[in-house]
């Protein structure tokens, strides 16, 4: 991954990548709650530079957090469990769709 002073950088893989700064913009938030999350290991960096879908998680915590009341290790476990039952649905909606014998 190359580094630049742009919000916005194209890894490796052809993911954009976008600075804390982007990121704090666009989830209506201060870079410094965009670092606490990276510290506490709520969003997953990849470099300095943040994916999208963690510009996602910042804007539904904060969401969480403002009109649910829900704390910060509270809203991480409801964005992580919600992950994980769209998941379990996918699975499942798979293993529907296979004819009744292929089982």
Do not use: W
């Not at 742009?6 to 410094?32: P, R, W």
């Amino acid at each position: 991954m190359t580094f630049s002073l742009s919000t916005t950088v194209v890894s490796e893989e052809g993911d954009c990548l976008y600075t804390f700064e982007y990121a704090a913009n666009a989830a209506q938030t201060s870079i410094a709650v965009v670092q606490v999350y990276v510290q506490l290991g709520v969003i997953e960096p990849t470099g300095s530079m943040l994916h999208s879908r963690e510009i996602a998680r910042i804007a539904q915590i904060q969401r969480l957090r403002q009109d649910l009341g829900v704390n910060l290790v509270g809203a991480a476990i409801v964005l992580d469990l919600a992950q994980e039952v769209a998941q379990l649905r996918a699975q499942l909606e798979v293993y529907r769709s296979q004819p009744p014998n292929a089982l």
